[in-house]
């Protein structure tokens, strides 16, 4: 079945600091992949997706995710955290054109 | 990109009655449409997919004739939550695809709080 792994429930990182949050897909032939971002209450804010093309993918907010299909991973990554990067991240993949399927989530504190 | 209105936000209601929650397409015609379901501090789980004018497939252990989903139109679907409980209490969010479209569009979500 295919599923999404996200390892890291919980990551604190300083405000200015590097972040990398980690995804990982179960292999597809064509695996769409997402990232969102989630503040409490709130609904999901997409920050880039990758179909196909050049594997690095540039997002908002300053986010961006490499895909990796030798490691079938999607890493979001952003050089400098700001404390309003603070919230859930949910990694998602579209398998077989057919209806999304998400991560456990990423929550991210930021310290100041 | 694509618009999806989600309505109500929030909702609270007394255990028993129905809710209904609506999610549109503002700018698309959106021939499929998802509902998640989303409990604290977790992610989201797909309940039903429904195709407009289909009846909808829902996911193992997700009752149907609990959460009733219309796909009546191309821009609108309707879930609701018959005779609630508080045990349905729960963030609920929909999205919408058009047709030969890959990626799927999101609503706000909808705050439901039975009590």
């Known amino acids: 079945a295919q599923s999404v792994t996200q390892p890291d429930i919980h990551i604190t990182v300083s405000e200015g600091a590097s972040l990398e949050l980690r995804c990982n897909y179960s292999?597809?032939?064509?695996?769409?992949l997402f990232w969102y971002v989630q503040s409490p209450g709130q609904g999901l804010q997409l920050l880039l997706k990758y179909f196909s093309g050049d594997t690095l993918v540039q997002g908002i907010k300053g986010f961006e995710a490499e895909f990796k299909r030798s490691q079938s991973s999607f890493n979001l990554r952003k050089p400098s955290v700001h404390w309003s990067d603070a919230a859930e991240y949910f990694c998602?993949?579209?398998?077989?054109?057919?209806?999304?399927?998400f991560g456990a989530g990423t929550r991210l504190t930021v310290k100041p | 990109g694509a618009v999806v209105s989600q309505h109500p936000s929030r909702v609270i209601c007394k255990s028993g009655t129905s809710v209904k929650i609506e999610c549109r397409s503002l700018d698309f015609q959106a021939t499929t449409m998802f509902w998640y379901r989303q409990f604290p501090k977790q992610s989201l789980m797909l309940m039903a997919t429904?195709?407009?004018?289909?009846?909808?497939?829902?996911e193992q252990g997700v009752e149907k004739d609990k959460f009733l989903i219309n796909h009546a139109s191309l821009t609108l679907s309707t879930l609701t939550v018959t005779s609630a409980h508080p045990e349905d209490s729960s963030f609920y969010i929909c999205?919408?695809?058009?047709?030969?479209?890959?990626?799927?569009?999101f609503g706000q979500g909808t705050r439901l709080t039975v009590v």
């Open positions: 292999y597809g032939a064509t695996p769409y």
């Open positions: 998602a993949q579209l398998p077989n054109n057919n209806d999304m399927r």
């Open positions: 429904s195709n407009e004018g289909s009846k909808a497939t829902y």
């Open positions: 999205s919408a695809r058009d047709t030969g479209q890959i990626e799927a569009f």
